[in-house]
């Protein structure tokens, strides 16, 4: 199973941009998936998780009420809304799938994209 990143990039302080992931390939059945990130020197951290089934989210308070985790099951895909970016808010940003879990943990997931860089300035 392979997810697939999308929406990164360089954008302005302030910026909104609009993050997705698909996954390639074969098909799975996740009950959870999730947003981590990545910042230079530092441990990837979870920022924000959906349950597929039911529709919970879960963030971390670093972006809590800032972002938003989003599905489209019709298209098993997922978003992530980021509004009012701030530098801090720069990272390699990854995608995860989550066979039996639903949180902000790494062990929780069993599928990882490749990541897509987003840049703050």
């Known amino acids: 199973v392979q997810l697939v990143e999308s929406g990164g990039g360089s954008v302005q302080a302030g910026g909104s941009p609009r993050l997705s992931c698909q996954p390639s390939?074969?098909?799975?059945?996740?009950?959870?998936m999730g947003w981590f990130r990545q910042a230079p020197g530092k441990e990837r951290e979870g920022i924000a998780a959906?349950?597929?089934?039911?529709?919970?989210?879960y963030y971390a308070d670093s972006v809590k009420g800032r972002f938003t985790i989003s599905q489209d099951n019709l298209k098993n895909t997922v978003f992530l809304q980021m509004n009012f970016l701030i530098p801090q808010d720069t990272a390699m940003y990854y995608c995860?799938?989550?066979?039996?879990?639903?949180?902000?943990?790494?062990?929780?997931?069993?599928?990882w994209g490749q990541g897509t860089q987003v840049t703050v300035s």
């Open positions: 995860a799938a989550g066979i039996m879990w639903c949180g902000l943990a790494q062990s929780e997931y069993d599928y």
């Open positions: 390939g074969h098909t799975y059945s996740s009950n959870c």
């Open positions: 959906i349950s597929t089934g039911g529709g919970s989210t």
